[in-house]
């Protein structure tokens, strides 16, 4: 498959053709980055930062390929910030290669964008992209959230070529700080599956799409391939380490393990938990995990194994493949030579439970909250269903058609894709998982909200005294029925979906239009730029797009 997939690509899209450099114009007030694409690129940034959206060519596991980047680096830069801070991000569109979209849109995973939801990053649910040499600052307010987060394109499959970056926000007074002593950006580790060939491409392969190599902080190999450096995690014998984990990915989940250590969990997707020990850790795309490791072994070097659950059988770890290194300061300067254990100390979901104020909202029984949501999910043509509509973008962004009068789910496009809800209730989603929904497990994610996972995948015994709380949940295997709650104190159109990319692509999502009157009420908020966005009637362009089929 891999290699007519790479015929197909060498065909249509070889030499790759560029549109000549303009200027860009910046619509925020900001004077759009015009860096070199031979030049160097920030890794680490703050708040107030512009972010370049970027063409290069990259070979981060010994396979060159053109790419869409966030600040010009694979995964993008970590964006640093402290509990309280104010985001001033313009994102600029310098994108140039024909081959893959020339618009976007970036997305701030797991941050609530209270009052601002315009800001949130979504084409054509709260925004229209970002058309090339153009910008668009995003200015949001994080008064409370903390934890590990992380950014991405939500314009079409755009993520899986390359735009995504870590996110993390500071607590000066985290109340778990006693229990490590290294946080810092040497301790975020990002997972991601890579592809060889541009995303349009893969969007027309039937079935699923198998990722070419496994990335661990941008750095991998693939099966045949060459002996390309990995990623290195130094550590100090004796000192304790918040690693900060966190799934880029398009597509897999990832037992993550690290050879001879444990790990105690402290946080998911922002979330303080009570400390929870394990040897293994499943990261479904998108979620997030901070773990405590002890550097408690002799001195020398250590696998760190990110085992995808599309990994080619027989193939899994050799040569390095789905690894980096945890390396002693003092062991030698080579690949390791450890083996994986059996777990004795497995990962469950359920056991995370949340270290300040526990507890799902509204009476403690399943379908007696005060509005109760079934999302049945199917497969049809090719496409993903939930209750028998598949999701298409809409010719206006959700959130200005509720900014133009339109409050009713009848009224509002995507047709039988929104769902409306009221004010300052406590709203339960429950998502049965079928056999016609192929290709799971799926992980699900809510934007403008965490959620109490008051059932979880693989266990029917609801739990409404201390759920998991999150942003994203894997929805489990056939016979599973996750559900899980919050109450709807965040006015906005929030996007529930599939966070597996190729299944968003193909309909797998809905809307959530979270008070509509609130929604107008913060209208005086969102900028006049965000409005000169939207074309007067559609005017996007195949090219554009990045559409081949």
């Not at 197909?8 to 450099?21: G, Q, R, S």
């Not at 109490?452 to 609801?462: E, F, H, L, W, Y």
């Amino acid at each position: 498959m891999i290699l007519s997939i790479l015929s197909i690509w060498a065909l249509i899209c070889a030499p790759t053709i560029a549109v000549p450099a303009t200027n860009v114009t910046a619509r925020s007030g900001f004077d759009p980055l015009q860096a070199p694409l031979g030049g160097s690129f920030p890794t680490v940034l703050g708040p107030i930062s512009e972010l370049p959206i970027v063409n290069r060519l990259i070979s981060p596991d010994g396979f060159e390929r053109s790419t869409t980047l966030a600040g010009g680096i694979f995964p993008g830069p970590l964006i640093q910030a402290n509990k309280g801070d104010h985001f001033h991000i313009n994102v600029v569109n310098e994108l140039t290669d024909l081959s893959m979209p020339l618009v976007t849109s970036v997305h701030w995973h797991g941050l609530k964008q209270h009052e601002s939801s315009w800001a949130d990053g979504v084409s054509f649910v709260t925004q229209c992209p970002v058309p090339s040499h153009d910008s668009f600052l995003h200015k949001f307010h994080v008064p409370t959230q903390t934890g590990t987060y992380w950014y991405h394109s939500h314009f079409s499959t755009q993520y899986c070529d390359g735009l995504r970056g870590p996110l993390v926000i500071y607590d000066p007074h985290d109340p778990l700080a006693h229990m490590y002593d290294v946080d810092d950006e040497s301790t975020v580790i990002t997972l991601a599956d890579w592809y060889h060939v541009p995303s349009p491409i893969l969007n027309t392969v039937p079935g699923a799409v198998i990722p070419n190599a496994t990335l661990i902080n941008g750095l991998g190999r693939y099966p045949g391939g060459p002996s390309s450096p990995l990623s290195v995690v130094n550590v100090e014998h004796g000192k304790r380490y918040r690693l900060r984990i966190i799934g880029l990915s398009c597509h897999p989940w990832f037992n993550f393990t690290i050879d001879g250590h444990k790990m105690t969990v402290i946080e998911t997707d922002g979330t303080e938990v009570d400390p929870v020990e394990v040897d293994s850790l499943a990261v479904y795309a998108s979620q997030r995990y901070s773990v405590v490791v002890t550097a408690d072994q002799p001195v020398d070097n250590y696998w760190i194994r990110s085992l995808s659950n599309l990994a080619v059988a027989g193939a899994m770890f050799e040569n390095g493949q789905s690894s980096a290194i945890l390396r002693y300061k003092g062991a030698p300067i080579q690949d390791p030579i450890t083996q994986q254990s059996p777990s004795i100390l497995p990962f469950i979901e359920g056991n995370l439970h949340p270290l300040i104020n526990p507890g799902a909202p509204g009476i403690p029984e399943i379908g007696k909250a005060d509005v109760n949501i079934n999302l049945e999910v199917g497969f049809t043509a090719g496409n993903f269903t939930i209750n028998n509509v598949s999701y298409v973008n809409p010719p206006a962004p959700v959130l200005l058609q509720i900014l133009s009068g339109k409050h009713h789910a009848l009224e509002l496009l995507p047709s039988g894709s929104v769902y409306v809800l009221p004010p300052h209730k406590v709203v339960e989603i429950s998502i049965p998982m079928s056999a016609a929904a192929v290709g799971g497990p799926h992980p699900f994610h809510l934007h403008g909200h965490n959620f109490d996972v008051v059932r979880v995948a693989g266990n029917s015994t609801p739990n409404f005294i201390n759920p998991p709380r999150r942003d994203t949940v894997s929805i489990g295997n056939p016979g599973d029925n996750v559900t899980f709650r919050f109450v709807t104190d965040n006015a906005g159109p929030w996007f529930l979906h599939c966070h597996i990319d190729w299944h968003l692509n193909a309909g797998f999502a809905v809307v959530m239009a979270e008070n509509p009157n609130g929604i107008v009420a913060h209208e005086n908020v969102i900028p006049e730029y965000w409005f000169d966005l939207c074309p007067s009637n559609d005017t996007w362009t195949n090219a554009q797009l990045g559409n081949f089929s």
